[in-house]
């Protein structure tokens, strides 16, 4: 006859069709398994569990037996590190609900074991566990590999997104650089640089300045998407020229705005413009509303900088042109345009008359009795009075009238759409500017000087440009013969 022990470990209760007594060979083929199984009845208590648990579970003879309690076994198991309380809760809640469970027990050795208990008849619960740790470092092997695949994807994505916005960067200053370079004055470019900026960094407003003729001060010259552009600066009110080097200003940060832009509340950078290694100007562009905080001035501001470096080349180069331009077109001593310059005007605006069905005035004109000047009062003393009469010529004259130093003291002015009584009133009020000039040279007031003029229009006079100097200076030999200090009309 067998104990009560013995028939308690002979009797599986399956919750199913009430208990019946495990057969030899049940009790075998349940040893043998690859699982451990562990039985609780509806109290928590231990009726049955097979000899591999203890292999799985890695348990010792006395961690176990039959009639433990599920409390007492859990609470070692959480002793050992190898049950987390927060699995112990939720399982015990869906015990309570009579619900099945799962969850992973880690064990002090490193194996892991699938813990799965499932209800049966009457509160049972039939618990089997399972090594899984090959499973589950396949498992996060084959996570790892995804997370690292995925990391290596966005950062393809990244280098792609990045090698995109370069080449776009790269574009968009390529298509800067020729209309940079195809510029014929700095006006052209100024309108280039603000249609451009507006484009190439939206979102952003600035304004660009340049250096004055006396340094002293810097002028606006263009601006984009800017309520305002500042007639005059000074260079020291900009942090960037007194520093000598790009300024970002980041009113979050340990920064500190430029007396040129107080009040300033969002993120801006201030370039210098730099032509030849000399300081020309000043870029100041504005992130507003960017919205990304440093990211964005680095990014932004990394491309405001590559566009300043455009910008100050295309400056150094048409300042360089224009100033070679003034050197074969302008006479060195008075600044007015010379006798080869002045020729393809007259030649551009006789085409032009033609076209528009309008003429043109001339003016031909010199300085009486300049020989004696100079012999008298001296070389030095002559090119002084005639450095007065080209700024005579530049206060009176309108912006479109052309005048020129012809050779010595021969001068000549041209005068777009103006008729011959026109061109003969401005002659005479020319000759009356000159007369009431007064020269002051090493000190001494020089006596005042006369000129005399002669007056042509197109096409009433000649029909050529040749034709019309001749005529012109043939009036102007009139003049002279006449008394000098006077106009005369040149005839047909």
């Given at each position: 006859?067998?104990?009560?022990?013995?028939r308690?470990r002979?009797?599986?209760?399956l919750g199913v069709?009430?208990?019946?007594?495990?057969?030899?060979l049940a009790?075998?083929?349940?040893?043998?398994?690859?699982?451990?199984?562990?039985?609780?009845?509806?109290?928590?208590?231990?009726?049955?569990?097979n000899?591999?648990?203890?292999?799985?579970?890695?348990?010792k003879?006395?961690?176990l037996?039959?009639?433990?309690?599920?409390?007492?076994?859990?609470n070692?198991?959480?002793?050992?590190?190898?049950?987390?309380?927060?699995d112990?809760i939720?399982?015990e809640?869906?015990?309570?609900a009579?619900?099945?469970?799962?969850?992973?027990?880690?064990?002090?050795?490193?194996?892991?074991?699938?813990?799965?208990?499932r209800?049966?008849?009457?509160g049972?619960?039939v618990?089997?566990?399972?090594?899984?740790t090959?499973?589950?470092q396949a498992?996060?092997?084959?996570?790892?590999?995804?997370?690292?695949?995925?990391?290596?994807?966005?950062?393809?994505?990244?280098?792609l997104?990045?090698?995109?916005?370069?080449?776009?960067?790269?574009q968009?200053?390529?298509?800067?650089?020729?209309?940079?370079q195809?510029?014929?004055?700095?006006?052209?470019?100024?309108?280039?640089?603000?249609?451009?900026?507006?484009?190439?960094?939206?979102g952003?407003?600035g304004?660009?300045?340049?250096?004055s003729?006396?340094r002293?001060?810097?002028d606006?010259?263009?601006?984009?998407?800017?309520?305002?552009?500042?007639r005059h600066?000074?260079?020291?009110?900009?942090?960037?020229?007194?520093?000598?080097?790009?300024?970002?200003?980041?009113?979050?940060g340990l920064?500190?705005?430029?007396d040129?832009?107080?009040?300033?509340?969002?993120?801006?950078?201030?370039?210098p413009?730099?032509?030849?290694?000399?300081?020309?100007?000043?870029?100041?562009?504005?992130?507003?509303?960017?919205?990304?905080?440093?990211?964005?001035?680095?990014?932004n501001?990394?491309?405001?900088?590559?566009c300043?470096?455009?910008?100050?080349?295309?400056?150094?180069?048409?300042k360089?042109r224009?100033?070679l331009?003034d050197?074969?077109?302008?006479?060195?001593?008075?600044?007015l345009?010379n006798?080869?310059?002045f020729?393809?005007?007259?030649?551009?605006?006789?085409?032009?008359?033609?076209?528009?069905g309008?003429g043109?005035?001339?003016?031909s004109f010199?300085?009486?009795?300049?020989?004696?000047?100079?012999?008298?009062?001296?070389h030095?003393?002559?090119?002084?009075?005639?450095?007065h009469?080209?700024?005579?010529?530049r206060t009176?004259?309108?912006?479109d009238?052309?005048p020129?130093?012809v050779g010595?003291e021969?001068?000549?002015?041209?005068?777009p759409?103006?008729?011959?009584?026109?061109?003969?009133?401005?002659?005479?009020?020319?000759?009356?500017?000159?007369?009431?000039t007064?020269?002051?040279?090493?000190?001494s007031?020089?006596?005042?000087?006369?000129?005399s003029?002669?007056?042509?229009?197109?096409?009433?006079?000649?029909g050529?440009?040749?034709?019309?100097l001749?005529?012109?200076?043939a009036a102007?030999y009139?003049?002279?013969?006449?008394g000098r200090?006077?106009?005369?009309?040149a005839?047909?």
């Open positions: 006859m067998k104990d009560e022990a013995g308690r002979e009797t599986w209760h069709a009430g208990d019946f007594p495990a057969s030899d009790i075998e083929i349940m040893n043998i398994m690859e699982q451990g199984i562990l039985v609780w009845n509806a109290e928590g208590v231990c009726e049955l569990h000899t591999r648990v203890f292999e799985v579970l890695e348990l003879p006395g961690d037996t039959i009639g433990t309690e599920r409390l007492d076994f859990r070692r198991a959480i002793q050992r590190g190898e049950m987390r309380e927060e112990r939720r399982s809640e869906r015990i309570a009579n619900l099945p469970y799962a969850f992973d027990r880690h064990l002090p050795s490193g194996r892991v074991v699938f813990t799965s208990g209800p049966a008849r009457n049972a619960y618990v089997t566990f399972t090594d899984v090959e499973a589950r498992q996060h092997e084959l996570e790892a590999a995804i997370a690292k695949s995925e990391a290596a994807e966005a950062k393809a994505r990244e280098i997104t990045s090698e995109r916005a370069r080449q776009d960067e790269a968009k200053l390529a298509s800067l650089d020729e209309w940079l195809s510029c014929k004055s700095l006006s052209e470019l100024f309108m280039i640089v603000q249609t451009f900026m507006a484009r190439m960094l939206p952003s407003s304004e660009l300045y340049t250096y003729t006396s002293d001060v810097l606006g010259v263009c601006h984009w998407n800017s309520p305002g552009l500042h600066i000074l260079a020291d009110t900009c942090w960037s020229l007194r520093r000598g080097r790009a300024y970002e200003y980041d009113p979050d920064c500190f705005p430029c040129h832009a107080q009040g300033a509340e969002d993120e801006y950078i201030c370039v413009i730099l032509a030849h290694g000399d300081t020309v100007g000043l870029m100041h562009v504005v992130f507003a509303g960017q919205g990304e905080g440093l990211a964005s001035m680095d990014r501001g990394q491309f405001a900088r590559r300043a470096e455009h910008i100050s080349m295309a400056i150094a180069n048409v360089l224009d100033e331009r050197q074969s077109i302008r006479d060195p001593l008075t600044g345009y006798r080869r310059y020729m393809d005007a007259l030649t551009r605006e006789l085409g032009l008359s033609d076209r528009k309008t043109f005035g001339l003016i010199d300085v009486d009795t300049f020989k004696w000047f100079n012999d008298t009062h001296g030095e003393a002559g090119d002084e009075v005639l450095r009469i080209a700024d005579r010529l009176i004259l309108a912006e009238e052309v020129c130093r010595g021969e001068f000549a002015v041209l005068v759409e103006g008729d011959l009584d026109a061109t003969e009133a401005l002659a005479d009020r020319l000759r009356n500017e000159v007369e009431a007064e020269v002051v040279y090493l000190g007031r020089l006596p005042r000087v006369t000129i003029c002669g007056v042509g229009a197109y096409p009433v006079t000649a050529t440009p040749e034709q019309l001749r005529a012109t200076d102007l009139q003049a002279k013969e006449n200090n006077r106009v005369v009309r005839e047909r």
